[in-house]
DNA sequence: GTTATAAAAGATGTTTAACTCTTTTATTAT
DNA sequence: ATAATAAAAGAGTTAAACATCTTTTATAAC
């Protein structure tokens, strides 16, 4: 596996997704996110339950309902969905996972894991959801292989 | 779950307690690892014996025996022992899961998460196994909290 | 209000990682 | 040789992550 859960990548790729498709003012099903970000539909389904449940995407049952963000949510950083999902182990952990990471009592990575650690926070921090939508849509990046 | 398996955190500081006591000239038994870097001691014993699989760690049985690490492997970088216990996905995967990594074809993180990845591997690379002992054994540095 | 649509909710199943136990083999000391 | 020690090897268990299935609820169109 690779530094973020898998659950956590198919969050990522089908908030990234749905934020698109909300800039273009269309609402998504389940089925479309899930082909178009290439992940298992129902499980998909329950991810994106749980990123309802806490506010970070919306949605509206029924004919023409489906998985939108309100403008509020585009604001928001990719953090908060990484922080959703896999907790903030990542962001405040230690590297070798002892107990807790601390200056005073450090272990042998500390000073330079938490470099790293820092730069996966700030890149996570400083960009909008809404933000790669330009990107996005200019075909100049992808969701998918 | 940090940015390795705890497998590989375990892994790490055992070599870790494992180089120490070898630059001091003492093999070690699992019990005694197990003890020092807070790990279960039959699930410790796995992990070794696959580290001593690929060379990484040295050990004989019988009375006195334990683990050690010769001088070669205390020359080796950490990074081989991520890269025995949780791959290399870590090093070159995407970010975001897709298949593959590539310029050509990038994810919306790839320009950032390329350069987190790039100085977790270097932090991995550049420092050996050998050399966290000095700090070790000054006690500037733990491996249990 | 009936039907169709689509997510929510809840229960269940599968796979992988984490962890344990038992038996065997090698080494050393007596 | 025998007994003691310690890892190797292999089989087995448990828990967590990953994934699916079924039923319910909300919404919209007719
Ligand atoms: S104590 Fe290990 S990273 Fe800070
Ligand atoms: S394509 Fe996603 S990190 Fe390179």
Redo the contacts between chains.
């Keep these: 596996?690779?530094?973020?859960?898998?659950t956590c990548?198919?969050a990522?790729?089908a908030v990234?997704y749905i934020a698109q498709s909300s800039q273009e003012g269309r609402k998504v099903s389940i089925k479309e996110i899930a082909e178009k970000v290439k992940s298992p539909e129902p499980f998909l389904g329950k991810i994106l339950q749980n990123l309802s449940k806490v506010g970070l995407i919306q949605s509206t049952k029924g004919p023409h309902g489906g998985f939108f963000i309100d403008p509020e949510g585009l604001k928001k950083p990719?953090a908060d969905i990484v922080l959703a999902i896999?907790g903030e182990?990542?962001f405040t952990?230690?590297?070798?996972?002892?107990?807790?990471c601390s200056e005073k009592?450090?272990?042998?990575?500390?000073h330079?894991?938490k470099?790293?650690?820092n730069?996966?926070s700030s890149?996570l921090k400083k960009?909008s959801i809404g933000q790669?939508n330009l990107?996005?849509i200019k075909g100049s990046?992808?969701?998918?292989?």
């Design positions: 596996m690779g530094i973020f859960s898998k990548e198919y990522v790729r990234f990719i896999d182990q990542i952990g230690c590297g070798m996972g002892l107990d807790y009592n450090p272990c042998p990575l500390h330079d894991f470099k790293v650690r730069q996966l890149m960009t790669f990107q996005l990046v992808t969701l998918y292989k």
